[in-house]
Structures are given as structure tokens and as C-alpha cells.
């Protein structure tokens, strides 16, 4: 069964909720009294896809369970692969920053069109539309990103990008 990404995460927080179980705990480590007497930390594990996300952050649930949803939206992102988009990306594309609500879902196809190529570099800047370097700068903006760049070519068996 192939799982549609933008099923996922098109959901409302409360629909996407409704799709994990939730666990909370007491979270160690420092946080005073309070955090050994509460419950605040949050697990999320999404049952559709088996992702698991963490926080344990803050000394309020709702707070971790919002920050905890974030995380699952990003791995989503992350982990779950389409048919690349029809059209190039673009420069203007890559250049959204990480607070933007527009670069994880560009971390998405910009990871579609990198294993739809097979992690060849220059073949994926090529469909995105930008230059090697552009691309290889977009990657390495993010530890995850960069991750999951190097996890397709070894699994294509490449030898992993090296950082500039």
C-alpha cells in the first residue's frame, strides 16, 4: 500500500491527532519539582504510517502535543516520497527559510525529485531548475534534509555528498 503524503498532511491538527496514539510520561532531567510530578511529555505515533515524534520540552502537555504534531508534519515531510512534481521548482523556491510554512512542503519535492533521480545531483538540479551548488547549499541547510539526501545515494549506492 502506497501512502499519500498529502493526505496526511493537509489534515487539521485534531484530524491528525486522531490518527496517533498518544502517550505521555514523565520526562527526566531538569525542570524542578514540577517536572517529576506531572505527565507533560508528549509521544505521538501515528498509526497510518508508524512515524513516532517526541517533546518533552515544556512543562505543559499542550504545549509539547502542539510541538509534537510540528515534528510529525516535518517527518512526514521527511519520510514519506511522491511522484516529483510536473513543473521545476525553481530558485525562488529553495530560497524559503526554515520558519516559513512553505519550506517543509519544498523539502518534500525537492526529495521526491532527488530519489526519483536516484540522489544524482546533477540530474535533481537540473528538474528543480537551479544549479548543482544552489541545490548541494539548499541540502545542507538542514541536518534531516541532509540526512535523508545522503540516505538515498548510498541506497542507490553512491558515496554520500561531502558538505562545502
Request: hydrophobic share 40%; aromatic share 6%; net charge positive.
Amino acid at each position: 500500500m502506497t501512502l499519500n503524503r498529502s493526505a496526511f498532511v493537509e489534515l487539521s491538527d485534531a484530524q491528525l491527532l486522531a490518527q496517533c496514539a498518544v502517550d505521555t510520561y514523565r520526562a527526566s532531567g531538569p525542570g524542578g519539582q514540577k517536572r517529576n510530578k506531572t505527565s507533560s511529555a508528549v509521544r505521538l505515533r501515528h498509526e497510518p504510517t508508524g512515524l513516532m515524534v517526541i517533546a518533552e520540552e515544556s512543562r505543559s502537555q499542550h504545549e509539547n502535543k502542539a510541538k509534537a504534531l510540528r515534528r510529525l508534519r516535518q517527518r512526514l515531510f521527511l519520510s514519506l516520497r511522491q511522484p516529483p512534481p510536473p513543473q521545476a521548482l525553481g530558485l525562488l523556491a529553495l530560497k524559503v527559510g526554515r520558519r516559513d510554512e512553505r519550506f517543509w512542503p519544498t523539502v518534500a519535492q525537492v526529495l521526491d525529485i532527488w530519489w526519483a533521480v536516484e540522489g544524482q545531483l546533477a540530474t535533481a538540479a537540473q528538474q528543480i531548475g537551479v544549479s548543482s551548488g544552489q541545490l548541494l547549499a539548499f541540502l545542507q541547510r538542514e541536518p534531516t534534509l541532509w540526512t535523508q539526501a545522503n540516505l538515498a545515494r548510498r541506497e542507490f549506492g553512491h558515496k554520500p555528498l561531502r558538505a562545502t
